[in-house]
C-alpha cells in the first residue's frame, strides 16, 4: 500500500506539473490524490499504524468508550481532523488575504502609487520598480504585488523585450519580498500559522538575504540596459465617482488590515485567519457605509460580495488537495523516513533547504514546504525554518513556472518558458544562491 499511495502522489503531481499540456486544472488533479491518498491509508491502516504505535492516552480514551478499531480511529481522528483544522486556518487566512486585496484594488487604490512613476530612464525605472515590488511584496503578497506591477509596466514600457525583464525582475523581486515577512508569501504564512517562524524573527533573520537576492538581479539588469524608454501615453480608467479620498482610505485600511494580523496573534494568540476575518469584517463594514457615496454601478464592482467572486478559488481547492496529499504522506511515515535519508546523503540541513528551494523551481513550493514540515521536528524559530522559508520564499524565481508570481506574470504577459530560462534564470539563480550564503552567515543559531 506505501508504493500504491506514493505511485498516486507521482501521478497526480505529474499531472500538476503538465497542468497546459493535458489541460486540466491543477487544482483538480490535487483534490484526486488528496482524498485518493487518504482513502488509501485508513483502508489499510493496519498496515502503517500497530496499537503500539498509537499514544497511551488516546488508546485509554478509545478503550473507555469502546471503539473497536483503534488504529482506524487514531487515523481519522488524531491525524485526519486535526491536519484538516490546520488547513482550514490556512485557507481562511489566503481567502481573506485575497478579498482584502481585491475590495482595495476596486477602488482603484493602487492607482496612487503607480501613477506617480514618471521616469523614462530604464536603469532608474529598474530600481523603482525593483524595490517598491520588494516592499509591497512584503506588505500584501508576492502574487498580488506581481499582478499591480505587471498592470503599471504595461502602460510604462512599450517595447516587448525590454518589459518582459521588467517583468522578470519583478517575479524576482515579489517572491524575495515575500519571504520575509509572514504575509508576503503563501509558503512563509504556512510555517508561521503552523508555530514554525516567529513575525519578527523572520524578518531579523532572512530580511538581509531577501535583499540581496533582489539586489543582485537588479544590478545585473542595470549593467545590461541603459537608455530611454519610449514614452508611452497614459489612459486613466478610473471612474469618475470614485474619489480620491475613496482611493486613500482603503489603500490606508487595506494595510493597517494586513499589518494587523500579526499584532492580534501577538495579543490574544488566537490563529492568524481569526485576526485576517477581523480586518476583513472591518473593511467589509465600511465598504458597506461608503457605498452609499458610489453610483449604483461602481457599487455592484466594489463591495466585498464581488470582490469575493473575482477571488480565485481554483487556487484555494488546489491548496487544499496538495496539503491533504502531503499530509497523508505524513500520516504514513514516508516524509520522516525521506528526512532520514536526506540527513544521511546530504552534508547537513542547510543544503537540504537550499534544494528545496531549487527543487520549487520546478515543483510547486506549497506542497515542498508542507512535505518539510512534516519531515522534521524542530522548536520554533529553528536555523532550518529560517533557511526553508528564504529558500521556498524565492527559489521559485529560477523559473517563470516556478511560483505563484512567475505564473502570474507568464499569463498576463504570455511570456515565453524558454525566453525566461536564457534571460533571467541566470540571474535569479545567482542571487537565491548568494542570498541563501548571506541568510546562513546571519542566522542566529543556539
Known sequence: ????????????????????????????????????????????????????????????????????????????????????????????????????????????????????????????????????????????????????????????????????????????????????????????????????IGTVEVMQEIFWGSLVCMLVPLIGFSLTMPGTLAPVERERSIRPDIRPWHQWLFLVLGLIALLGVPVFKTFTHLPPYMGMML????????????????GEETRSTTGVLPALKRVDMSSILFFLGILLAVGSLGATGMLQSTAVWLDSVLPNRDVVAVVIGLVSAVVDNVPLVAAGMEMYDLPMNDPFWMLLAYCAG?????????????????????????????????????????????????????
Not at 94 to 101: K, N, P
Not at 179 to 196: E, N, P, R, S, Y
Not at 410 to 416: F, N, Q, R
Open 279 to 294: 480586518s476583513l469584517s472591518v473593511l467589509w463594514i465600511v465598504s458597506e457605509l461608503v457605498g452609499h457615496t458610489l
Open 394 to 446: 524565492t527559489g521559485g524565481s529560477c523559473l517563470i513556472i516556478g511560483s505563484a508570481a512567475g505564473v502570474a506574470a507568464m499569463g498576463l504577459e504570455h511570456i515565453d518558458f524558454l525566453w525566461y530560462f536564457r534571460k533571467i534564470t541566470l540571474w535569479a539563480v545567482i542571487g537565491y544562491l548568494i542570498g541563501a550564503v548571506v541568510v546562513t552567515a546571519t542566522l542566529t543559531r543556539v
Open 1 to 196: 500500500m506505501h508504493t500504491l499511495i506514493l505511485v498516486v502522489f507521482v501521478i497526480g503531481y505529474l499531472a500538476i506539473a503538465l497542468e497546459h499540456k493535458i489541460h486540466i486544472n491543477k487544482a483538480a488533479s490535487a483534490l484526486f490524490i488528496g482524498v485518493v491518498c487518504w482513502a488509501l491509508y485508513v483502508v489499510d491502516v493496519g498496515a502503517f499504524i500497530t496499537p503500539d504505535t498509537i499514544p497511551d492516552w488516546f488508546r485509554m480514551e478509545a478503550e473507555s468508550e469502546g471503539i473497536e478499531q483503534v488504529p482506524l480511529h487514531f487515523a481519522i481522528d488524531a491525524q485526519h481532523l486535526h491536519q484538516t483544522g490546520e488547513i482550514a486556518s490556512i485557507l481562511f487566512f489566503l481567502m481573506g488575504a485575497m478579498t482584502i486585496v481585491e475590495l482595495v484594488d476596486s477602488h482603484e487604490s493602487f492607482a496612487l502609487i503607480t501613477d506617480r512613476i514618471r521616469t523614462t530612464n530604464k536603469r532608474v525605472l529598474l530600481w523603482i520598480v525593483a524595490i517598491l515590488t520588494f516592499f509591497m511584496s512584503a506588505v500584501l503578497d508576492n502574487l498580488t504585488t506581481t499582478i499591480v506591477m505587471v498592470s503599471l509596466l504595461k502602460k510604462l514600457v512599450h517595447d516587448r523585450d525590454d518589459r518582459w525583464k521588467f517583468v522578470g525582475l519583478v517575479v524576482i523581486s515579489a517572491n524575495a519580498g515575500g519571504a520575509w515577512t509572514v504575509i508576503g508569501d503563501v509558503t512563509t504564512t504556512m510555517l508561521w500559522i503552523q508555530h514554525k
